[in-house]
């Protein structure tokens, strides 16, 4: 890998380099799971709705509660069995977002949403995977409380991992929903795209979910073409970054346009362009003349487009 000399060293991708390990052999064990839950260097993570609960503590912010700080919230909703860190087990307890809003009143707490605080580098980087996965998790289960087959109350097993139903025994998991997000590219030209969403001056890579029965290259094509009307041959994988926005899980690419008239689907996009790739080096760095940015490093599009900065069509081999 080439590395741009304005650009310095690549940043660490966001929610990703997790040290958590899952432990699933524990998940179905209860008497493992209470002595793990009892153990003096248990952690536990807080969410409620989007926000986490983090202690300030000497200038910083902790987002990790010991057992007994963690139970004088309160029982929440679920409490889900993350993993082990160097053997410290991990938990997360999710709360209604209505239950955790009198607590932004506290002058020893902090509650912000985890996008914040990775965009802003609130906590170790550490705690940014685990919360990701808790996240992810306990949105999953607000969310599927009731059996989709027969619509009967569900139970919460294997450590959060599962819900029964007791009615129809259907057995449900997690779900993670893939997402290809690409950028096409033709020689020393790549095109960006607007969302609506997105901050007055920032561009950023064109994404969609994939569809039931889609490989990921045929994704891709389909996308950039429905996005924005170009052809795509090749198509490249680059990386995967976890999204817990509520549970997605992001498919990087890069993909060779073959065709060059952009036409915006303006009900997924405000705008679309081809970018110079030069120019685009300026909107990471922040210096681009007319005030144009590109996505943060915490993002994958941030990554991707950066490493065709550095290796050009070449990262097309």
Known sequence: MQIHPALGPPPTLGYTA???????????????????????????????????????????????????????????????????????????TGFDAAAVEPLKTRGDLQLTDLRTIAVHGLVDAEHLPPLAEAKALLGWHARHRFCPNCGAPTNLVDAGWRRDCPSCKVQHFPRTDPVAIMLPIAGERCVLGRSPRFAPTMWSCLAGFIEPGEPIEEAVRREVREEVGLICGRVKYFASQPWPFPMSLMIGCHAEALSDDIVVDHSELEDARWFDREEVALMLLRKHPQGLTATLPHAIAHHIIRRYIEEGADVLR
């Open 18 to 92: 997790s040290r958590v390990d899952r432990a699933a052999f524990c998940r179905g064990d209860a008497t493992a799971l209470k002595k793990l839950a009892s153990d003096p260097h248990a952690g536990f993570y807080l969410i409620g709705g989007e926000s986490v609960v983090m202690k300030k503590a000497d200038d910083a912010l902790q987002p990790l509660f010991a057992a007994e700080e963690a139970r004088a919230f309160g029982a929440g909703r679920e409490t889900v069995f993350l993993g082990l860190i160097d053997k410290a087990p991990r938990f997360a």
